[in-house]
């Protein structure tokens, strides 16, 4: 492969598809529903109702989103290509949020394999802004109901066994632990890359059965500070440093042994820390002043977009790393996972 192309369907993806409804909020809305400042939850009983009121009480905006589409999304915008080199899996309802979100993201370039649902409307997330910092609130309705059938389907499949990479957001371990499970034995019975997100802290925590089996196909995995921190605590490591974590984590027990496991923990501005055969460095990352930043959300989803895109091309990872800082830096001055019309690539 050139150093430039990456070919159709060349990274498969699959989690939840969420309609994003924006919005920037007071503390105050934070607080009244318990919101996870700089972090995500799926809604609770008592959190249900901030849907009607953040869209009764402010100007909100409606966003194509859902942690591994946004990452779809910003891999199809840094290749720049005339044919969706993303594919993305997921369930959305049989009904208008459903039809926007797809028409969304196919004018991005990204190719969608949607199951629908009459069961349940599309799954949407509440974005609340406040103080350049976001809170996420996920009401996954239609996404939760998508089936290892649909999976199992010639449509999907096809798309399964073109693909070369794959990227699965631990959101998905509480929709469809066979679909993951799934892929990321093909991965490696095939020597493909499977790549994979801690994705919050309540993953570890309640899902941790279904992560560890995941876990050991994972030739990449991602994660912030805070759910490093999370894991080591899951593991019993008396560890505090994420890059001692990132380390220690690359060493756990890996299927393919052809690849080596490379864990990628971001730290917001500081240094993104890598853990490789046991070792770890760091890549500086570009400081945005707080006056640029418009909010956060999709930070760390457009981070792995960007590194994925280096990766598929064949960059060394430092170069990958560096891509993800763009994109991550680039994306935090829109609103919500949103971007310029090309990226400049000369930043990186």
Known sequence: MSATTVPEGFLLGMCNPLLDISAVVPK?????????????????????????????????????????????????????SSVPTAVFLGCVGDDEFGSIMRDTVTKDGLKVIYQVTK??????????????????????GAAEKYSFEHYQSEQVQIAVKQAQMYYISGFFLTVSFESVLATAQHACENDKIFSFNLSAPFIIQFFNDKLMQILPYADYLFGNEEE????????????????????????????????????????????VCIGINGQSHKVPVRKISKEMIVDTNGAGDSFVGGFLSYLAKGYPIDDCVKAGIYTSSTIIQYEGCTYPEKPDLTQI
């Open 119 to 140: 069961e349940k409307p599309t799954g949407t997330c509440a974005v609340l802004v406040c103080d350049n910092e976001r809170a996420l609130v996920a009401n996954l």
């Open 228 to 271: 490093a921190r999370t894991f080591a605590t899951s593991m019993k490591w008396d560890l505090t440093d994420v890059a001692e974590i990132a380390a220690k984590t690359s060493l756990l027990e890996k299927k393919n042994e052809k690849r080596q496991r490379i864990v990628v923990f971001t730290q917001g501005a500081d240094d």
């Open 28 to 80: 105050e809305f934070i607080d009244k529903y318990e919101a996870p400042h700089g972090s995500a939850c799926l809604a609770s009983e008592k959190q249900l109702p901030l849907y009607g009121e953040l869209v009764s009480n402010y100007p909100v905006k409606y966003i194509a989103g859902g942690a591994t589409q946004n990452v779809m999304r910003v891999f199809q915008w840094m290749n720049q």
